[in-house]
């Protein structure tokens, strides 16, 4: 069965750092591209980053860009992000995907991590 | 990275069918405009209905569909069902690794 599973999430205070980590299995990990989404309560879906299959091509949404770094391991089937920085804003489910296709469709979703910045 | 329109919320009977609508500039869809469609039921991760405009994974019913013309795509749900009731998103991929989505559409099954 294709599967990605979240973990990492939790409180953390603003301007603290957190690392989310998505576990792959059933498919072929080095093969594909992941990215992570987020939703915040009550909102809708936001694309926060993208990585290539080798991770060598990575790209973030401009809310994230400079405080987010998205990694993988392909020996461990697991893409990680690191989140620095954290503001109130950053509170949200965030949920792994597998992307597949040239148009990157998300056809695999995990149950998602939250994430809640607060003091 | 603006999100691309959605309507917030459709509705539709048991046995109709409904139309959802996803607007954006020729550059918010990318080259081709071959958006993808996801479903989320409340509190339960998103799952891909639609991908490449019209393609549906494997799975997926028959009742759902995609096209696009000029500058929106829309998925159309035909014989609405209660289970249908959830959000729905558009997502496209801009180039350069980027995807957008939707505003996302709430269809209510009456």
């Known amino acids: 069965e294709v599967q990605v599973l979240e973990s990492g999430g939790g409180l953390v205070q603003p301007g603290g750092s957190l690392r989310l980590s998505c576990v792959a299995s059933?498919?072929?990990?080095?093969?594909?591209?992941m990215t992570w989404v987020r939703q915040a309560p009550g909102k809708g879906l936001e694309w926060v980053s993208t990585i290539r299959s080798s991770g060598d091509v990575t790209s973030y949404a401009d809310s994230v860009k400079g405080r987010f770094t998205i990694s993988r391991d392909n020996v461990k089937d697991t893409v990680f992000l690191q989140m620095s920085s954290l503001r109130d804003e950053d509170t949200a489910i965030y949920y792994c995907a597998k992307l597949f296709g040239m148009y990157f469709a998300a056809d695999c979703w995990g149950q998602g991590t939250l994430v809640t910045v607060s003091s | 990275q603006s999100a691309l329109t959605q309507p917030a919320s459709v509705s539709g009977s048991p046995g109709q069918s409904i139309t959802i609508s996803c607007t954006g500039t020729s550059s918010d869809f990318g080259t081709y405009g071959l958006v993808s469609w996801c479903q989320q039921h409340p509190g339960k991760a998103p799952k891909l209905l639609i991908y490449e405009g019209s393609k549906r994974p494997s799975g997926i019913s028959h009742r759902f569909s995609g096209s696009k013309s000029g500058d929106t795509a829309s998925l159309t749900i035909s014989g609405l069902q209660a289970e249908d009731e959830a959000d729905y998103y558009c997502c496209s991929y801009v180039g350069s690794n980027t995807l957008v989505f939707g505003e996302g559409t709430k269809l209510t099954v009456l």
């Open positions: 059933g498919f072929n990990f080095s093969r594909h591209a």
